[in-house]
């Protein structure tokens, strides 16, 4: 029988990705969004087929539907889309997880949790490995995200604990590609962008914060193998591409492959924004046989493709 596959938030960037490999891989994928960030545009091409299905929902009420896995991915992902109304996203987070491990729980499903990087927060370890606690503001501007995730993943471990749910949390690290949003004030979406429309590059701070970027393809496929691997391992596991760079090295690139005459500015750092973050991604190397095989500058170059078709039809 083909496994029926429920992806929340299945209409935004990684959801997309994600049911298309699902189908790609002979799932029967029931994609669940309230699109609130993700669009119509980004599964359309996927509409025709048969064993792909839509249904509007907002997964802080209850869903009843009969599958055999989830992958709970509803959450806006960036800042500026999460911190436009934060007691929603808190409560995407928080009802939403109860609402699928509750659903996960009725149908024995077993059920994954796309966790964050932000659980480590503004971080002291570097890099971050698994058993590293985080250093949270609880009550800061990014706390409805980091909180919301942090309280999701002991949801997760609790239902697992206490009715012995088939659980997987990965936590994500910054992730990029097609079908990012335009507009959602993300660091590589925000740098195309500018640099095709030929407008000012903004840098937040000095520009020497890191961050570390996976290409989206490599993300989804480490999502699959979690899900399907041993039922024993449960995670979290970090998955993204510990190859880390300076925001400022990230501008200069993104100029050199678009070939724009764009200059760099400089803006002031948002409250609590991170000053590193790198993957130690050693355990998903061992238990899921993975690494990330995209470079930046071909996924760049994907993304860069991505936005100028884009930018001509709007
Ligand atoms: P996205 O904003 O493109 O996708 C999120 C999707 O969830 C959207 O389609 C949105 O409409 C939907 N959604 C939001 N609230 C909902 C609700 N209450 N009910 C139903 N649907 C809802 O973001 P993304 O980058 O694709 O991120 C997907 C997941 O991965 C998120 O949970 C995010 O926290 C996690 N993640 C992403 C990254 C990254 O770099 N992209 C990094 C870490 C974690
Ligand atoms: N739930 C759901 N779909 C289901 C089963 C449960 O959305 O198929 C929701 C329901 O709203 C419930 C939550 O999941 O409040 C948690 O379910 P659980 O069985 O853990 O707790 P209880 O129903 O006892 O509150
Ligand atoms: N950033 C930047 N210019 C922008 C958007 C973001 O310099 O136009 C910085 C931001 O301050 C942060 C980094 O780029 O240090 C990554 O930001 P993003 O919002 O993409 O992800 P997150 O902070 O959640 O890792």
């Not at 706390?143 to 997987?168: M, N, P, V």
């Not at 000095?206 to 024993?232: H, K, N, P, W």
Request: with cysteine; hydrophobic share 35%.
């Amino acid at each position: 029988m083909t496994k029926k596959i429920l992806v929340t938030g299945g209409a935004g960037f990684l959801g997309s990705h994600l049911c298309e490999r699902l189908l790609e891989a002979g799932r029967d994928v029931l994609c669940v969004d309230n699109f609130f960030t993700g669009s119509k545009d980004n599964i359309a091409h996927l509409m025709g087929n048969p064993y792909f299905e839509v249904m509007r929902h907002d997964v802080t009420f209850p869903l009843y539907v009969e599958v055999d896995q989830i992958y709970n991915l509803a959450c806006p992902a960036s800042p500026v889309h999460y911190q436009h109304d934060p007691v929603q996203t808190t409560k995407t987070s928080v009802h939403g997880a109860i609402n699928m491990l509750g659903l996960a729980k009725r149908v024995q499903a077993r059920i994954l949790q796309a966790s964050t990087s932000e659980v480590y927060g503004d971080p002291e370890v570097h890099p971050q490995v698994e058993s590293y606690w985080g250093k949270v503001n609880p009550i800061g501007i990014r706390s409805c995200y980091d909180e919301g995730k942090r309280c999701a993943e002991t949801l997760f471990f609790d239902y697992w604990r206490q009715h012995q749910l088939q659980i997987k949390v990965v936590r994500i690290f910054n992730t990029y590609g097609p079908r990012m949003h335009p507009n959602d004030g993300r660091v590589v979406s925000n740098f195309i962008v500018q640099a095709l429309k030929g407008e000012d590059i903004t840098i937040y701070g000095d520009g020497q914060q890191t961050r570390s970027f996976c290409y989206v393809d490599d993300l989804v496929e480490v999502m699959i193998r979690m899900m399907d691997s041993a039922q024993d391992f449960v995670g979290p596991v970090n998955i993204g591409n510990p190859c880390e760079f300076t925001m400022l090295e990230l501008a200069e690139q993104v100029v050199r492959l678009t070939g724009s005459k764009s200059r760099l500015i400089f803006k002031p750092l948002p409250a609590d924004d991170p000053k590193q973050r790198q993957p130690d991604i050693s355990l998903a190397k061992q238990v899921l046989d993975w690494e990330p095989k995209v470079d930046l500058a071909d996924g760049l170059k994907e993304t860069i493709t991505y936005f100028s078709t884009r930018l001509k039809v709007a």
